[in-house]
Antibody, heavy 123, light 107 residues
Framework: QVQLQESGPGLVKPSETLSLTCTVS?????????WGWIRQSPGRGLEWIGS???????YYNPSLKSRVTISIDMSKNQFSLKLSSVTAADTAVYYC????????????????WGQGTLVTVSS | DIQMTQSPSSLSASGGDRVTITCRAS??????LAWYQQKPGKAPKFLLF???RLESGVPSRFSGSGSGTDYTLTISSLQPEDFATYYC?????????FGGGTKVEIK
C-alpha cells in the first residue's frame, strides 16, 4: 500500500511562495510512475497543477506553468511543489498523488492520493 | 484544454437504487477516462480506469462504460457507503482535467 503525506505551511502571505513536500512510503519514488500535485477549491474544483516523472522530467498545467516548480529528492523519497506569487485564488486543499499509466494510453490517472493539506493565502 | 462536463451535478437516491452518472468530454478521449469517489474531508479514491476497468478491490457494483466523448459510471445497487461525490478525469492529453463532480445524496 503506497502512502503519501503532504507537509508544509498552512498559511502563506499574498505574493509569497507556497512550498509543499510530499513524502512517499514505503514505496520507492524512483520507479516508473508520475508524482503529481492536484488542488481543490470550491471555485475551481479539482485542478491538476503538474507532475514529475522519476527521471526528473516535469509537466505543468499551462495555466500555472509560469509560477510552478516541481522537484524530486530520491534520497528522501520526497517530491516538492513551489508556487510563486500566490494570491487568494490559490487558496485550496493541495493533494499529492501517484500517477499510473497503462499501455496504450498517452497519459495517466492517479491511483494513490495523500490526505490533502489546506493552504490559505492571506495577510 | 479538454473540458469534462458531468451530469447531473447532484442526485438523490435510496439504498438499493441503480445510479448512473454521465461524463462528457469536449473532444474524443478514446476511453482515456478515470473515475474517483470522494467523501467529505477525504482525498479522492480511485475507482476505474480506461473507462470500464475496475481497480482491484473496488466492489463489482461499480461499472463504467462509454467511448468517444460520452461516458457513464453506474452503481448497480447503492450501498450506504456509496453516498459521496464522484469525479471523472480525462488522461488523453495534458493538461489533465477533471469533471465538476456529481454528488450522490440520500433521498
Amino acid at each position: 500500500q503506497v502512502q503519501l503525506q503532504e507537509s508544509g505551511p498552512g498559511l502563506v502571505k499574498p505574493s509569497e511562495t507556497l512550498s509543499l513536500t510530499c513524502t512517499v512510503s514505503p514505496y520507492s519514488i524512483n520507479s516508473a510512475y508520475y508524482w503529481g500535485w492536484i488542488r481543490q477549491s470550491p471555485g475551481r474544483g479539482l485542478e491538476w497543477i503538474g507532475s514529475i516523472y522519476h527521471s526528473g522530467s516535469t509537466y505543468y498545467n499551462p495555466s500555472l506553468k509560469s509560477r510552478v516548480t516541481i522537484s524530486i529528492d530520491m534520497s528522501k523519497n520526497q517530491f516538492s511543489l513551489k508556487l510563486s506569487s500566490v494570491t487568494a485564488a490559490d487558496t485550496a486543499v493541495y493533494y499529492c498523488a501517484r500517477g499510473r499509466f497503462t499501455y496504450g494510453f498517452s497519459e495517466y490517472y492517479f491511483d494513490y492520493w495523500g490526505q490533502g493539506t489546506l493552504v490559505t493565502v492571506s495577510s | 484544454d479538454i473540458q469534462m462536463t458531468q451530469s447531473p451535478s447532484s442526485l438523490s437516491a435510496s439504498g438499493g437504487d441503480r445510479v448512473t452518472i454521465t461524463c462528457r468530454a469536449s473532444q474524443d478521449i478514446s476511453k482515456s477516462l478515470a473515475w474517483y469517489q470522494q467523501k467529505p474531508g477525504k482525498a479522492p479514491k480511485f475507482l476505474l480506469f480506461a473507462a470500464s476497468r475496475l481497480e482491484s478491490g473496488v466492489p463489482s457494483r461499480f461499472s463504467g462504460s462509454g467511448s468517444g466523448t460520452d461516458y457513464t459510471l453506474t452503481i448497480s445497487s447503492l450501498q450506504p457507503e456509496d453516498f459521496a461525490t464522484y469525479y471523472c478525469q480525462q488522461y488523453y492529453t495534458t493538461p489533465l482535467t477533471f469533471g465538476g463532480g456529481t454528488k450522490v445524496e440520500i433521498k
